[in-house]
């Protein structure tokens, strides 16, 4: 009888290791917290999707439209692989918009330029194929700024925004996609960095740069 509890314990205990080994390196406490959390809430009609990471999910977006269809659906920290992870949380409500901007913390982490340009792009031929009447609105990464000395693996990579933006944009026009030009909107125009009185940390906003992200799109919704 021994024996046999001993190896029915074993038994049960061999998923939980299995989990634990196929745990994606994206999905952090956080990240889980937050998805778990989207997939429990309600499905509701004509909502609209605001997806990305940090930079998305610091704002209040209901708030800031008044307007109670909106839903956040950003994870700080989040990457273009983690999106395209639990994207079919988002399109299963079958959403009136979604407006995606992803990509920021994947070229911190190393992920070369064309990965992430590729990984945008699946994110929305799966939007499309999965809720075909779903508008999609793909927002450029935002700029930058160094000056602050924070975030120096996110700050360092102006030029791999830009040259993913503007595949981005020639991508969007040719696939029936509606391409939001944010990057211009924030950006000095002497050094193609993020300005400063958007920013506190170089990366994230401040409440004058999210009223600006609003101003730029209001008319989309």
Same mark, same amino acid.
């Given at each position: 009888?021994?024996?046999?509890?001993?190896?029915?314990?074993?038994?049960?205990?061999?998923?939980?290791?299995? !989990? +634990?080994?196929?745990?994606? !390196?994206?999905?952090?406490?956080?990240?889980?917290?937050?998805?778990?959390?989207?997939?429990?809430?309600?499905?509701?009609?004509?909502?609209?999707?605001?997806?990305?990471?940090?930079?998305?999910?610091?704002?209040?977006? %209901?708030?800031?439209?008044?307007?109670?269809?909106?839903?956040?659906?950003?994870?700080?920290?989040?990457?273009?692989?983690?999106?395209?992870?639990?994207?079919?949380?988002?399109?299963?409500?079958?959403?009136?918009?979604?407006?995606?901007?992803?990509?920021?913390?994947?070229? %911190?982490?190393?992920?070369?330029?064309?990965?992430?340009?590729?990984?945008?792009?699946?994110? !929305?031929?799966?939007?499309?194929?999965?809720?075909?009447?779903?508008?999609?609105?793909? +927002?450029?990464?935002?700029?930058?700024?160094?000056?602050?000395?924070?975030? !120096?693996?996110?700050?360092?990579?102006?030029?791999?925004?830009?040259?993913?933006?503007?595949?981005?944009?020639?991508?969007? %026009?040719?696939?029936?996609?509606?391409?939001?030009?944010?990057?211009?909107?924030?950006?000095?125009?002497?050094?193609?960095?993020?300005?400063?009185?958007?920013?506190?940390?170089?990366?994230?906003?401040?409440?004058?740069?999210?009223?600006?992200?609003?101003?730029?799109?209001?008319?989309?919704?």
């Amino acid at each position: 009888m021994k024996v046999i509890t001993i190896i029915f314990f074993a038994f049960c205990f061999l998923p939980q290791v299995k !989990a +634990q080994e196929t745990k994606k !390196a994206f999905q952090s406490t956080y990240y889980e917290q937050r998805r778990t959390l989207f997939e429990s809430l309600p499905n509701t009609k004509k909502e609209i999707i605001f997806l990305g990471n940090s930079i998305t999910d610091g704002s209040e977006w %209901a708030e800031l439209f008044q307007n109670k269809r909106i839903k956040n659906r950003g994870i700080s920290g989040d990457v273009t692989e983690g999106v395209l992870f639990r994207l079919n949380e988002v399109t299963k409500s079958k959403p009136t918009k979604v407006f995606l901007l992803i990509g920021i913390n994947d070229l %911190a982490r190393g992920i070369s330029k064309d990965t992430v340009f590729n990984n945008i792009c699946r994110i !929305a031929e799966q939007i499309k194929t999965d809720s075909p009447k779903t508008q999609l609105y793909l +927002q450029s990464i935002l700029p930058v700024n160094p000056e602050f000395g924070k975030f !120096a693996g996110h700050c360092s990579k102006t030029e791999e925004i830009i040259w993913i933006n503007k595949h981005l944009k020639d991508w969007s %026009a040719e696939n029936n996609v509606r391409f939001v030009d944010l990057f211009a909107a924030f950006k000095n125009d002497s050094n193609n960095w993020m300005n400063p009185i958007y920013t506190n940390d170089g990366l994230h906003l401040k409440g004058e740069g999210y009223r600006v992200w609003a101003k730029t799109i209001k008319r989309h919704l």
